[in-house]
């Protein structure tokens, strides 16, 4: 008998898990994947870390979870710096003085943000009530129009109109030539990779691979006095209200016989013909000197039931009914939702964590 059964060995799941275990608690952890570690696992290729699901760099400005994951690895100097790709013109990213000095020959802040302020003008927009709106007030329609809305609309697969404006802020606005992606004081990449953040995590928990939760959710309920959901919530009640929306992703793999290919870790394509959004040489973030390269193109697809659901789609039909699923999870007494499925939430790492650490505060504290 467990106290802990934990479903989803991604970030949130291991960090309650190592959290209970510190604790005396007896967990058992089970992922349908054939490995741990969720959205954040890399898979060795050429000796290089492949980020399976995806490019991802840690970033916190908040210092104890900063401290918390340097418990369990050192960080590398990596800072994210990802270029855009135009039909083959290049800017820097985020929108910062050399994407307005590339783009218009502006020289100063000052000239930059007349620009900015003459194009806002012009569109007329007051309060921006969807992405296109926001972005415009941002940056202006010239970095809307290459920027953008191409790499926009082929992420979410909807216009840019129908977005949530929020999404767009993820990005800074910076008016200093400064190429760095994220404005948080801590940023890198795990030396050695994510996945040994997640193995010592779960050093001390018993683990069952390539286990369903709903495949044997009789038996397994049986196994523990309580849950730790981090699946997607509405298959959690058999999605009983309908189907929550989510984007997907295809990722397509290439090992080159160069030992450079694109000169950066990122690089966006963001007019609207090219099929993917971007594309991640791995050995970038780690500054790796190997004879090949690992490449990744990263095509969006819309998400169906069995896809990998990567982004869920937060505008008003799917936050509603969100709601909804969240009402019966908070009724729950024996079950802890958490992570970017259970929670329906477009959570960075940092966030989990910090999610997770107060879900074990809540928990063990009371
Ligand atoms: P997950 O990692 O999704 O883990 C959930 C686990 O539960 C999975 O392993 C899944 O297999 C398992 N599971 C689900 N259902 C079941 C079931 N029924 N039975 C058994 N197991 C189940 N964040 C950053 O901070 N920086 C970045 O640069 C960054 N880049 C990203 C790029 C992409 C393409 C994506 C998709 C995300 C990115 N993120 C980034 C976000 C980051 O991936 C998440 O914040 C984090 O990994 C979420 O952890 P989690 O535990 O909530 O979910
Ligand atoms: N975005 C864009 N152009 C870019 C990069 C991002 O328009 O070159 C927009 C796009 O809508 C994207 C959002 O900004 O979904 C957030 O970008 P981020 O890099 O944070 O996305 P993630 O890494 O989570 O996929």
Not at 227 to 232: A, K, L, W
Not at 278 to 290: A, D, L, S
Not at 301 to 306: F, I, L, P, R, T
Request: a negative charge; aromatic letters at 14%.
């Amino acid at each position: 008998m467990y106290d802990y059964l934990i479903v989803g060995a991604g970030l949130f799941g291991s960090v309650f898990a190592h959290e209970a275990s510190r604790r005396g608690k007896k967990c058992l952890v089970i992922d349908k994947r054939d490995h741990i570690g969720g959205n954040i696992y890399t898979e060795k290729i050429e000796d290089i870390n492949v980020h399976k699901y995806g490019a991802h760099i840690f970033h916190t400005n908040n210092k104890e979870i900063w401290d918390y994951v340097n418990q369990f690895v050192e960080f590398n100097r990596y800072t994210n710096s990802p270029i855009a790709n135009y039909n083959g013109e290049i800017y820097n990213l985020p929108f910062n003085m050399n994407t307005f000095n590339k783009l218009w020959g502006v020289v100063t802040p000052k000239e930059a943000k007349e620009k900015i302020e003459e194009q806002k003008r012009e569109a007329g927009i007051t309060k921006p009530r969807n992405l296109e709106e926001q972005a415009i007030s941002l940056v202006g329609t010239d970095i809307y129009e290459k920027l953008i809305k191409g790499y926009t609309e082929k992420q979410w697969g909807r216009p840019a109109t129908e977005l949530p404006a929020f999404i767009i802020k993820r990005l800074p606005v910076r008016f200093t030539y400064d190429n760095n992606y994220f404005n948080d004081r801590y940023q890198g990449i795990p030396i050695g990779g994510y996945n040994v953040i997640i193995e010592r995590m779960l050093e001390n928990c018993d683990v069952q691979l390539e286990t369903d939760f709903f495949a044997e959710r009789e038996q397994l309920e049986k196994e523990a006095n309580k849950i730790v959901y981090t699946g997607m919530v509405d298959e959690f009640y058999n999605f009983r209200f309908g189907v929550l929306e989510y984007r997907s992703l295809k990722f397509e793999n290439k090992i080159l016989e160069t030992d450079n290919y694109q000169g950066n870790a990122v690089v966006n394509y963001t007019d609207s013909q090219t099929p993917y959004t971007r594309v991640i040489e791995h050995k970038h973030f780690e500054f790796g000197t190997q004879d090949k390269t690992v490449i990744t193109r990263e095509y969006p697809k819309e998400w169906k039931k069995g896809d990998e659901p990567y982004y869920p789609i937060n505008n008003e039909k799917n936050n509603q009914l969100f709601r909804k699923y969240k009402e019966l999870a908070d009724q729950e007494e024996n079950v802890i939702f958490g992570g970017r499925l259970a929670n329906y939430k477009y959570y960075d790492m940092h966030q989990v964590i910090g999610a997770a650490l107060t879900k074990v505060k809540e928990e063990f504290n009371k």
